[in-house]
């Protein structure tokens, strides 16, 4: 019975898992509306869960690698914002990322959801992993540098849309110049 529970659980958790991955996907590649309440709440989330990433950090190899995630990221961000096109239709805003940055932050996501995997793996099957926990892992500097780089990309990027649609949005509701005016 224990095993069953055992594979139910696994099963479920992949389940969620690809899930996740399936969506991240979905919503990297191709035409996507503006959703500026769903950009909101994301630049907001990621924005509260950078200080209480960094509240768990304890090493100044641990901020700095935060610190350079944020810059990589930042940067990655601007570079695709460069990169993005932006249309309005009378269906409504919408902006479509290129696709080679796109890749690069769905496998950065894809290659942080591994290793956690495998360490949490390797941990389990050690046992006692010479007094490594698995909390350990959540404040390493190579984990909190790869976050950083996703609270990073996603703040500037969907501020970066935001700001841009919002030009968009004025420059189309004003009136066409007149002959006057020119």
Do not use: K
């Amino acid at each position: 019975m224990d095993s069953v529970l055992s594979a139910l659980v696994i099963s479920l958790v992949g389940s969620a898992v690809a899930f996740a991955i399936y969506r991240r996907f979905r919503r990297n590649f191709g035409r996507q509306p503006v959703n500026r309440n769903g950009m909101l709440a994301r630049v907001a989330i990621f924005g509260v869960a950078a200080p209480v990433l960094l509240h768990a950090c304890s090493s100044p190899w641990g901020f700095a690698a935060a610190a350079c995630g944020a810059l990589t990221g930042s940067a990655l961000a601007w570079l695709g914002l460069r990169l993005t096109a932006h249309e309005s239709t009378p269906e409504g805003q919408f902006y479509t990322t290129n696709a080679w940055i796109a890749a690069t932050v769905s496998v950065l996501f894809l290659g942080r959801i591994a290793s956690r995997f495998l360490a949490l793996y390797t941990l389990a099957e050690a046992g006692d992993a010479g007094g490594i926990s698995a909390g350990d892992l959540q404040t390493s500097p190579l984990t909190l540098g790869s976050s950083f780089v996703l609270v990073g990309y996603y703040v500037v990027y969907f501020g970066g849309v935001l700001w841009r649609v919002r030009g968009v949005t004025r420059l189309a509701t004003d009136p066409a110049p007149t002959q006057a005016a020119r």
